[in-house]
């Protein structure tokens, strides 16, 4: 894939000392970077760079990246975009700014980022005139209906939806010919890798259209009438390593997980947030083969005990609570073996972590925020505890609830 071919040159230039970390990623890579000083007056000295080109006067956005301000202006005032006039432009970033309405109508060939806000909740068909866009950010208080023309945009390789229970047209089936005649062939995007915050709805027909999809976000119900999490089957999805499984429509009571063939064999990172999972249900997570980063959110796991007993989370490298009810955690060091970060945030009512998390011969950092004093403590008291035996490696991070 070309992202794995990219950050192959990515890490280079790190390692190179020309680009800075910023943010590391739960799994270990790298998730933004900042540019050198001396590599960015370089580029500021070469007026050929497309990026930085002194064609348009640009403003810049908390994300770093420019818009010319000539264009946001005129969005801002109902305007459209005159073709021609930013026929090179590759990246436009408008989040930041308040337009009724993008005009899609455009035909910006060389846009390969777009990153905007759709007030009314909708996505114009005409958004496939963009057709070597590679990344599509879309911002709205409403619910977004995502046209069925998405399919004919074939360089299509990651829409984001930031919120909201969104929905996708399935694709149109066109015709081709074969050799006993003409059958109908679905549209399909091979580029396509992340899809994000789609309601579980709309998309039981389309995975096999998104045969190389690595990350898949869901928000909408995923709770069935019984109380068991549901969701539209993954088995297509060969190459699926992170999965998001946001709720939307709580369930009365504790609700069970479902088969662990649900999820696809290579998955890595798993988030799950008001899936108000019963705690004894956590043995079929440890199930999922490859399964590294375990995020449980906002009521994803509802009660006060966790005993794990005798499941085996043998791949975890990265386990994430928050905002959980949860007051006692009951474990031992084999059940995680191959920790090595476990972060808490607002899990209020915990009282303390396991001290047997401590011998893990793997383990480096604790991370404890906006908890009470007695986990924190905990987590404290589990480092000196290391130290004590010559262990410098972990190290725990945070502080006790204010």
């Not at 070309?2 to 990623?25: N, P, Q």
């Not at 970060?341 to 915990?350: G, M, W």
Request: proline content about 4%; glycine content about 6%; aromatic content about 8%.
């Amino acid at each position: 894939m070309l992202e794995d071919v990219a950050e192959g040159f990515l890490m280079d230039l790190i390692k190179k000392s020309l680009l800075l970390t910023s943010r590391i990623k739960s799994d270990g890579q790298v998730k933004t970077c900042r540019v050198h000083d001396l590599l960015r007056d370089f580029c500021l000295r070469k007026e050929e760079e497309s990026f930085l080109s002194s064609n348009y006067r640009y403003g810049m956005l908390s994300s770093m990246l420019c818009f010319p301000l000539e264009l946001g202006k005129s969005l801002q005032e109902g305007g459209s975009i005159h073709i021609g006039t930013y026929n090179f432009l590759k990246i436009l970033d408008l989040e930041s700014i308040h337009i009724s309405l993008f005009p899609l109508d455009v035909h910006m060939v060389n846009l390969r980022y777009l990153a905007f806000q759709a007030h009314d909740g909708s996505l114009n068909a005409s958004i496939s005139n963009l057709v070597n866009l590679q990344i599509l950010i879309i911002s709205s208080r409403k619910n977004i209906v995502v046209p069925n023309t998405i399919w004919d945009m074939v360089n299509l390789r990651h829409l984001y939806i930031k919120s909201g229970e969104n929905l996708m047209e399935e694709p149109t089936f066109e015709q081709v010919a074969g050799n006993d005649g003409y059958y109908h062939h679905p549209s399909a995007l091979a580029c396509f890798q992340t899809l994000s915050q789609v309601s579980p709805r709309s998309c039981h027909n389309i995975f096999s259209r998104t045969p190389n999809l690595r990350k898949l976000g869901f928000g909408g119900p995923l709770i069935s009438r019984v109380g068991n999490l549901e969701f539209p089957n993954l088995g297509d999805l060969a190459h699926l390593q992170k999965l998001k499984l946001l709720n939307t429509f709580p369930h009365a009571e504790a609700t069970r997980s479902c088969n662990p063939i649900m999820f696809p064999e290579k998955l890595k990172k798993l988030t799950l947030s008001n899936t108000g999972i019963d705690w004894k249900e956590m043995w079929t997570f440890a199930w999922l083969p490859n399964l590294e980063v375990l995020n449980l959110k906002f009521q994803a796991c509802i009660g006060e005990r966790w005993e794990t007993g005798d499941a085996e989370f043998r791949r975890f490298k990265v386990l994430k609570l928050h905002d959980l009810d949860i007051k006692q955690w009951v474990c031992s060091r084999d059940n995680f073996p191959r920790l090595q970060r476990l972060v808490i945030h607002h899990c209020i009512k915990l009282d303390s972590v396991p001290m047997a998390l401590g011998k893990s011969f793997t383990l480096e950092v604790i991370e404890v925020n906006a908890c009470s004093l007695s986990a924190y403590s905990s987590a404290v008291e589990i480092q000196k505890e290391q130290e004590s035996v010559g262990n410098y490696i972990l190290k725990v991070h945070g502080k006790e609830n204010s």
